[in-house]
């Protein structure tokens, strides 16, 4: 495996499931971040984890919980979803917290 | 005012023609500079990242900052059907990170 990788791919959840997100990245980075992408919204930034310390909590929801046991690991932990937060959900890495960042494909999750 | 601008097309060139994809910010903080290629239902990969003012050029790419009128562009010479695709730019600083809303650009065979 190279690069960022991310599973599932789609998931699909009722409200009152608990799910998580994957993430494992191959590049030896140093810097780990959850997005989300709506539909004609801008990424938006929800965790950011350096050297598997959180920086970043970007007002998000409680039903979102990150986890990062290391520095190539980051998981996002879901319940109690609501349907507005169906969207893509994508893992990205850098080597730094600066620069570019270097995407995995995503998780396509639907809340029914 | 938001903190970036960046129009969301469609835009649609034909082939072989050069793209201009721009974005424009406000806060003069920003100090690092990105561009994103998108494909549906993938996720953004990194094309091109500056820190400074002036110009990068890498293959058919050219990135331009001036930071002295916040904004930035995306040259794309020679453009390709494979081309087609959403460009994102994004900003950032420390940890705070802003992208705009994408450009879906099509080329045209």
């Known amino acids: 495996e190279t690069g960022v990788t991310q599973t599932p791919r789609h998931l699909v959840m009722g409200m009152t499931n608990k799910k998580s997100l994957k993430c494992e990245q191959h590049?030896?980075?140093?810097?780990m971040y959850w997005y989300k992408q709506s539909a004609k919204k801008p990424l938006e930034l929800m965790f950011v984890?350096?050297?598997?310390?959180?920086?970043e909590n970007n007002s998000v929801p409680s039903r979102f919980s990150p986890e990062c046991p290391n520095s190539s690991h980051l998981f996002l932990h879901l319940h109690t979803l609501q349907p507005e937060d169906s969207a893509l959900y994508l893992c990205?890495?850098?080597?730094?917290?600066?620069?570019?960042?270097?995407f995995g494909p995503g998780t396509r999750l639907t809340v029914t | 005012q938001k903190e970036v601008e960046q129009d969301p097309g469609p835009l649609s060139v034909p082939e072989g023609a050069i793209v201009s994809l721009n974005c424009t910010y406000s806060n003069s903080a920003f100090q690092y500079f990105m561009w994103y290629r998108q494909y549906s239902r993938k996720g953004p990969e990194l094309l091109m990242y500056?820190?400074?003012?002036g110009n990068k050029e890498d293959g058919r790419f050219t990135a331009q900052v001036d930071k002295s009128s916040k904004y930035i562009s995306l040259f794309i010479r020679d453009s390709q059907p494979s081309d087609s695709a959403t460009y994102l730019c994004a900003m950032n600083r420390d940890d705070k990170i802003i992208f705009g809303k994408g450009t879906r650009l099509h080329i045209l065979p």
């Open positions: 500056t820190y400074s003012s």
């Open positions: 990205a890495s850098s080597p730094r917290r600066q620069g570019g960042q270097y």
């Open positions: 984890y350096n050297f598997k310390e959180q920086t």
């Open positions: 590049l030896g980075h140093n810097a």
